[in-house]
């Protein structure tokens, strides 16, 4: 569980600013027709001039740099030259940069062309609902707050909150401790100190919130068939605002 302050927490930043980059140039190259594997090798571009190394690639065997998730596709799409993008489509993409021994990681959900009211809801809630997580992140504050805060906001809106993946700690590994649930109870589970680095993830669904893994053993789906919505900050606890290093 990582305190970061200094020479560690500089690094962090460098990491979080070159996974920003990433994500801005590749929603910038996603548009009808392009496929996912373009996608990633944008983003891949990126994470190779800063002189940085993927973090996801090799991670527990994935075989990419990026996870690039379409539509009911929640989390963890592997890149495929065979995978389209088209107008209508909700396309998720999911990056971590490692450079002199820290992780940052992130990811941001974009609309191609038109897609249904409903689907533009689902995206300004995943928003709204990663921005307030992060408001709840204070220290002082307890890890069921951030929870708390997501789930209270999306039940709100009339979606719901993936309870299979959760938020994580990072620092010198992609994921440390603690946990961080999208859902939860406000004044419950660990207190937050100054300097904790965490991922604020919250996946939402727009239909129920139950999930599978496809037989390429990585891509998650709504069991439903549902769309899906992603997004997440590198955060850093401090005594008032967190510091988003991923913003
Ligand atoms: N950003 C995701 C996470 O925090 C993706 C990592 S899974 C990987 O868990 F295997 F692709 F690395
Ligand atoms: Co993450």
């Known amino acids: 569980m990582g305190v970061t302050s200094g020479a560690d927490l500089r690094a962090m930043e460098t990491c979080g600013r070159i996974v920003r980059k990433a994500l801005d140039e590749m929603m910038g190259f996603i548009a009808p027709g392009v496929t996912t594997l373009q996608i990633e090798r944008v983003g891949r571009e990126v994470i190779d001039a800063e002189g940085a190394s ?59 062309g038109l897609v249904t009211p409903e689907a533009r809801m689902l995206l300004e809630t995943v928003y709204e609902a990663r921005g307030r997580g992060i408001k709840a992140a204070r220290a002082g504050s307890r890890i069921g707050d ?27 590994k992609l994921h440390e401790p603690p946990q961080v649930p999208n859902f939860g109870r406000s004044g419950k589970g660990m207190k937050l100190g100054e300097g904790l680095a965490m991922a604020i993830e919250p996946m939402i669904c727009l239909g129920g919130f139950g999930v599978r893994t496809l037989a390429d053993r990585w ?12 997004a997440e900050h590198t955060i850093v606890v401090s005594g008032s605002s967190p510091m988003i290093l991923t913003a």
């Open 54 to 112: 993927p973090s996801f690639l090799g991670y527990n065997g994935y075989p990419a740099a990026v996870c690039v998730s379409l539509n009911d596709e929640v989390v963890h799409g592997i890149p495929s030259p065979a995978r389209t993008v088209r107008s209508g489509d909700l396309v998720s993409i999911d990056i971590g940069a490692y450079k002199d021994g820290f992780h940052g990681d992130a990811a941001d959900t974009v609309a191609v």
């Open 146 to 172: 951030i929870g708390a805060a997501i789930q209270e906001y999306v039940e709100s809106q009339g979606f719901s909150v993936v309870r299979a993946l959760v938020g994580h700690g990072i620092g010198r």
């Open 219 to 230: 891509t998650v789906v709504t069991e439903d068939g549902a769309l899906s919505a992603h």
